[in-house]
């Protein structure tokens, strides 16, 4: 059960948060510009990276607000909470596993 | 007097002037408070306790603690009943009634047995193997192998106890209470901070509890001190009779507190049985332990056979003999003390067989004491079939075989100890890694992932002194030192030769899922190498024990096989729960009526006055149908769907989801996220709208109405509500952050009662002055606010069942004061209250859709024939899926009608349409029946399908394959009544 810091709360259970996914996935602006494998690329392909991995999350049982969650998925570790529309924090080297 | 012929006259912790009866298979026998159930059969001298899972070998005692795989007993009767539990962790009290698993029809005389002599049909991957074929004979196998591998049975009705969960936060969790984690939890409690300390005993002490009183050493009396200083501490929480099973992410842990399994079921009602702890702590200290193994010679299974610290915690701490003529064999100190324990108190010591020829440490007390010591030897088989009657016992070469004579040793009891395996679980479960340490013979805690450190036995230390200073070091949060003593040593002699190559013997690695030595071998000759699928494909460590006893015997044996190095094979992966947990605990008390929230609407009451019978949508409880007396469920839903076609009738549509859509880009917001355009649309006028995924699909409908400029009222089905609003939400505030549009949900500020019918308009002029509900005053698809029976409402002209129709909004608290208001001016005309079953109805024979029933996330509004409702230029969610090219396959399955040959045949929702007469399996289908009904005002069924190729097949025949039969029906227009739309614009 992740410890979760809601920019808008403070440390929560996981239990109260929903996760939606890998962020920073922006809405093509205009999808008919798009070929049908560049929209399905949108609309379906995601990364699965080992290691560092930015997502959303929506405080769903709480404050109700989306905020990026940039976690490790090896060691489950959050490294870094930050606000919708706020720059990610910059890469870091290494792997910190 | 004590009629407990195996019970020492002094000593233990057990009350001799508190004699408890209890009942094991049928027959009544007596114990003393503080025993176990285990430790109370061995003073009665019962040692028969199961039979094995496979083989249904007879079992015996083997442990005397959570890692027992075979003295698995059934406790009580009836709905407090509980399967599987380990006679080695259930405290007796007066009354007890158990019986053992793995046996029918009785653990003497067992007709499953025969599988033992017929073992060669049972061999490892036997399930895999066997019943692969015929294909669908599983089936029948399966209950024929639970029959006979008996796995305990599920109680009776609904259990009778209460269950709680309690969340808690600590500095410091300790897990364990021997001398470890006893002065971990002490060392930490000094400092002030907040410390919880969990132990699954009943009594703080850990293994101080089962050895003899040595002078100078730490023993009893140290335990009771410290004890007594942690219980002064207002920050020290000890927990006792609690299992932590889990270790996960971020330091949570999960612990089963049993508060009042130990008093069965005279327990106090005001305390529940167990409590779920749920634990967040800083950091961890695991002062685990560590269980002693098994070793592996033939026929190492029979009653009578136990490892050695178990029969000196019998002896010491139960004052129960487990035997009277015991023969040792051991590869690792320790047994020698358990052997001088049970020597002292009066058992014959036959022999000790030590593999070793030339153990570092000899055992000069044992020698002093005159035991009889053969070193370089091994227990190869035993005698006995319900009780061990004999050890046989021979020279091991270097070479690995037999040297010299076998030689026969009666007895009644052989003490095994193959090591000792730190009991890394919880390390594990944490993510830490293990390491294998070969003078231990072990898998030893490495590197931490989280804020954990071990302390004591599962760190290696051998002995008191140093699980001591493991533990307060680990207690004030320093690196625990490095345990001092030196470690025991354990050779690996896995598995023990046997005396007759040829002849028939079992070496068990896996007590309860009978897993030998010889099914490792096989498994390997077929080819399985990895630990992991070696696991699975033979069972290993797979039972409720998960391989406490067997796992590093087996991981050995598996080594052996291959010709490779123990730490080279690894270990298996630990995974929670350490300890199986009750259903129960888990549930806590979301039981019953509070297992999900019951949502009522405020006409709840005058619903179940007129005897409605309810249907649950999502957590709302809805009307289904009112029947009146006599009246079955069919005649009920065509007496109100005849109300409303004919007459009037009302409904509760309060569960509608409401969503207030308010702010400068509220018609920006709409166009985006319905399909149709929201522009043009009129202060008081409504509008349909359909909402899809990105990837094209339907995901709700519903009316919008625009309440002023720029603030709109949207509803949703019942069951989405709460899923729209998220949906929306996340797209306003993660896709489209600078929209000035602000949702809230008021599903529950109002109630919502629809009026239906050609009679609706009478009924509702009567009951307000301020709305002109003349069609030209008030038309289709708008809407008026004003007062209806004297309350501020907003009517709303729409209608799901094609016929004129008002939904009535008022505040919550006059839901039922209109809803009455209602019924009372409608008695003239007939009103007739109608519930979701006769809305499906009604909707069906309009060929509208049903989102849930008609779509279920495959289904695109072209499929349903609704390319009106879809903007041609610009963009809204779904729309640039839509224009993929298998989206306009005319093939893709599409919304029509069936009208089925037999007017009276309503077909199951659900069934399967053939283009054809059925022919045999594989058929060809090309659709499914989605709603299906009989319609009252047709006097004929109706049904909506989705077809491949829709409604261009129209009035084709299709084949509907029913039970026993097959149904005709035809192709038709999905708008079966009033299909120009005529009624409800009148
Ligand atoms: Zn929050």
Request: glycine share 10%.
């Amino acid at each position: 059960m992740l410890l979760i810091a809601c920019p808008w709360c403070g440390q929560r259970d996981e239990s109260e948060f929903t996760c939606g996914g890998e962020a920073h996935i922006q809405r093509p602006p205009d999808p008919d510009a798009l070929s049908d494998p560049e929209w399905a690329d949108y609309l379906f392909m995601r990364a699965n990276p080992k290691g560092r991995h930015r997502e959303r999350w929506c405080h769903t049982h709480g404050c109700g607000r989306w905020f990026n969650v940039e976690r490790h998925t090896v060691t489950h570790d959050v490294l870094s909470v930050y606000r919708m529309g706020e720059a990610p924090p910059d890469d870091r080297d290494g792997d910190p596993s | 007097m004590t009629t407990q012929p195996y019970r020492l006259a002094e000593g233990g912790i057990v009350d001799r002037e508190r004699p408890l009866t209890f009942s094991f298979n049928g027959r009544r026998l007596t114990g003393f408070a503080g025993d176990t159930l285990a430790s109370a059969l061995l003073a009665n001298g019962v040692h028969l306790v199961g039979r094995s899972f496979k083989y249904h070998r007879p079992r015996g005692i083997l442990t005397a603690g959570t890692e027992e795989p075979n003295a698995l007993v059934q406790l009580e009767t009836g709905n407090r009943s509980t399967p599987n539990l380990k006679a080695t962790r259930v405290e007796l009290y007066d009354g007890l009634v158990a019986t053992s698993v793995n046996c029918w029809p009785g653990v003497s005389f067992d007709a499953s047995a025969l599988i033992d002599t017929a073992h060669r049909m049972v061999p490892a991957g036997f399930y895999y193997k066997t019943f692969m074929w015929p294909r669908g004979g599983w089936h029948v196998y399966e209950k024929l192998i639970r029959r006979m591998a008996g796995m305990g049975r599920a109680p009776e009705g609904p259990d009778p106890d209460r269950y709680d969960r309690v969340n808690a936060h600590c500095e410091v969790l300790v897990v364990g209470a021997g001398p470890a984690g006893l002065a971990a939890a002490r060392a930490a409690g000094r400092s002030g901070v907040r410390v919880i300390l969990a132990d699954e005993q009943p009594r703080p002490g850990g293994m101080l509890l089962n050895v003899a009183d040595t002078k100078g050493e730490p023993g009893a009396d140290w335990v009771g001190d410290t004890l007594s200083e942690l219980r002064s501490m207002p920050n020290v929480r000890v927990l006792t009779r609690t299992t932590v099973t889990g270790y996960f992410d971020h330091n949570f842990l999960v612990a089963v507190e049993r508060v009042t399994d130990h008093l069965g079921p005279d327990a106090p009602a005001h305390l529940p049985r167990q409590r779920l702890w749920r634990i967040r702590a800083a950091r961890v200290v695991l002062a685990t332990g560590a269980l002693e193994r098994p070793l592996t010679f033939a026929n190492n299974d029979r009653p009578g056979v136990m490892l050695a610290a178990a029969a000196r915690a019998y002896v010491n701490a139960f004052a129960a003999l487990p035997g009277r003529r015991a023969v040792v064999c051991t590869n690792d100190d320790s047994a020698y003390d358990a052997a001088l324990d049970l020597h002292r108190n009066g058992v014959e010591i036959a022999a000790i067989a030590d593999l070793r020829t030339d153990p570092a440490r000899p055992a000069a007390q044992a020698a002093a004491a005159g035991l009889n010591i053969l070193y370089g030897h091994a227990v190869v088989d035993t005698g006995g079939r319900r009780r061990v009657r004999s050890a046989h016992v021979a020279g091991i070469g270097s070479d690995g075989f037999l040297k010299g004579p076998v030689r026969a040793l009666q007895c009644d009891l052989v003490l095994m100890s193959g090591g000792w395996s730190p009991a890394v679980h919880l390390f594990s479960q944490s993510g830490g890694r293990l390491r294998y340490d070969d003078a231990l013979g072990a898998f030893l805690p490495d590197r931490a992932r989280q804020r954990v450190q071990c302390a004591g036995a599962v760190n290696g230390a051998a002995d008191t002194a140093s699980c001591i200073l493991q533990g307060q070091d680990a207690g004030s949060g320093d690196l625990p030192a490095a345990a001092s003593a030196a470690v025991a040593e354990a050779g690996s002699h896995w598995p023990i030769p046997a005396r007759n190559r040829s002849g028939e013997f079992r070496r068990f690695v896996d007590f309860q899922n009978d897993v030998t030595t010889a099914d490792i071998a096989l498994a390997v000759a077929e080819g399985y190498q990895s630990v992991e699928h070696l696991k699975r494909y033979t069972t290993l460590g797979m039972g409720t024990e998960q391989g406490k006893t067997g796992n590093v015997p087996g991981i050995a044996v598996l080594a052996g096989s291959l010709g490779a190095p123990l730490p080279a094979v690894g270990t298996t992966t630990f995974r929670p729960p350490y300890d199986p947990v009750t259903f129960g605990a888990i549930a806590g008390r979301d039981v019953g009526p509070l297992a999900d929230p019951v949502r009522e609407t405020p006409m709840h009451a005058w619903h179940v006055k007129a005897g409605a019978v309810f249907e649950d949508v999502g957590q709302w409880k809805r009307p289904f149908y009112y029947p009146l007396a006599g009246e079955t469920k069919r005649d009920a839903v065509v007496r109100e769907c005849l109300a409303v076609r004919n007459a009037v009738g009302l409904m509760d549509a309060t569960t509608l989801g409401k969503i207030v859509v308010s702010g400068r880009g509220a018609v920006a917001f709409l166009n985006r996220v319905y399909t149709n355009a929201w522009d043009d649309l009129e202060v008081g006028r409504c509008r349909y709208g359909l909402m899809l995924g990105e990837d094209g699909m339907v995901l709700d409908d519903g009316v919008t109405a625009r309440l002023a400029t720029n603030q709109f009222l949207m509803t949703t089905t019942t069951g989405n509500a709460s899923r729209v609003l998220a949906w929306l939400e996340e797209w306003l505030q993660t896709e489209w952050p600078d929209l000035d549009v602000y949702l809230t949900s008021v599903t529950e500020q109002f109630a919502t009662v629809a009026l239906a019918g050609p009679k609706a308009r009478a009924v509702l002029s009567g009951l307000t002055s301020d709305i002109d509900v003349t069609t030209g005053a008030f038309p289709f698809m708008s809407w008026r606010s004003g007062h209806v029976a004297g309350f501020p409402a907003r009517v709303f002209r729409i209608s799901y069942s094609g016929e004129l129709a008002y939904e009535i909004s008022v505040p919550a608290a006059h839901g039922l004061n209109l809803w009455a208001a209602l019924s009372r001016q409608g008695e003239d005309h007939g009103i007739t209250p109608f519930g979701t079953e006769a809305m499906h109805v009604l909707r069906a024979e309009k060929g509208y859709l049903m989102v849930g029933q008609e779509t279920d996330g495959t289904v695109t509004p072209i499929d349903l024939g609704m390319q009106w409702i879809l903007k041609k230029r610009k963009d809204y969610i779904g729309r640039r899926s839509l224009a993929r090219s298998a989206m306009l396959d005319p093939m893709r399955k599409r919304l029509v009608g069936l009208r089925t040959e037999d007017p009276d045949l309503v077909l199951p929702e659900g069934a399967q349409i053939l283009p054809t007469a059925p022919y045999g399996p594989p058929e060809t289908m090309v659709g499914h029946v989605t709603s299906s009904y009989w319609s009252g005002v047709l006097r004929r069924s109706v049904a909506l399908a989705l077809v491949k190729g829709g409604r261009d097949r129209e009035t084709t025949t299709v084949h509907v394959p029913l039970d026993g039969r097959t149904a005709r029906a035809e192709i038709c227009d999905p708008r079966f009544y009033d299909p120009d739309g005529a009624r409800l614009r009148g």
